[in-house]
């Protein structure tokens, strides 16, 4: 089946300590996105990537670090830099960046 | 300043309702879509339209371009129907670098 596999569905982690979120697709995606979601807020893009070996910063970079050295793999970083990290991310990818996007299941990381 | 509303934020029907949520954005876009995301969090989308109306099943989506305004509808609401339903809007001309409304959280009891 084709899809977007985020894992694991539930992340715990020290403080101070660099995690880093999987995300695979098996779409043939050109574009790939990851996405921040906090209580009563909407999702926030933190990255992007439109092709291989290439990504962008989103709106709320700092703290995070992604790469994109296949085409079906974007993994994010979750920096000891990043002052919030608790929160629920979600990967998502689109054939380009002009085609409707398609969703993973989501990590939820706790931070203690 | 939001560039995206939704309302309600939150929503009780009854089973077999007829539901409406609004959402209204400030810029000008190609397409809208509305999103679903159960309580596990995992988000599946429902809608992308651009003009006039869209219909899957029970669910129905509407959008007004010129007033900047679209709405999804659900027919004979389930229990099952009960999630989180956002809107989001491209920036730019990137249907993937997306805005997201809050979500309005819909319960349908049975």
Redesign the interface.
């Known amino acids: 089946d084709g899809g977007i596999t985020q894992s694991p569905?539930y992340l715990f982690r020290k403080e101070g300590q660099n995690v880093t979120l999987s995300c695979e697709q098996n779409l043939n995606h050109d574009?790939m996105?990851w996405?921040r979601?906090d209580p009563?807020?909407?999702?926030?893009?933190i990255y992007?990537s439109q092709i291989v070996n290439d990504f962008q910063k989103?709106d709320i970079a700092e703290g995070y670090s992604v790469s994109r050295e296949k085409k079906e793999s974007f993994p994010l970083t979750v920096t000891s830099a990043q002052k919030n990290p608790t929160a629920?991310y979600?990967c998502?990818?689109?054939v380009t960046?002009?085609?409707?996007?398609?969703?993973?299941?989501?990590t939820?990381l706790t931070v203690v | 300043k939001?560039e995206?509303e939704q309302s309600p934020q939150n929503l009780t029907a009854q089973e077999g309702e007829f539901i409406t949520i609004n959402c209204s954005y400030s810029v000008g876009i190609s397409a809208l879509?509305w999103?679903q995301q159960h309580p596990?969090?995992?988000?599946?989308?429902l809608f992308?339209l651009s003009s006039g109306k869209k219909k899957h099943g029970r669910l129905i989506a509407t959008i007004n371009i010129q007033e900047k305004h679209s709405s999804l509808h659900i027919t004979a609401s389930h229990p099952r129907d009960s999630a989180v339903y956002?809107c989001?809007v491209p920036l730019g001309?990137?249907?993937?670098?997306?805005?997201?409304?809050?979500?309005t959280k819909l319960s349908v009891k049975p």
């Open positions: 569905k574009a996105y996405y979601q009563g807020q909407g999702l926030r893009l992007y989103g629920f979600l998502a990818s689109s960046m002009n085609t409707e996007a398609f969703f993973g299941q989501g939820r | 939001n995206v879509h999103l596990g969090g995992g988000i599946v989308s992308m956002i989001a001309g990137s249907q993937g670098n997306l805005i997201f409304g809050k979500g």
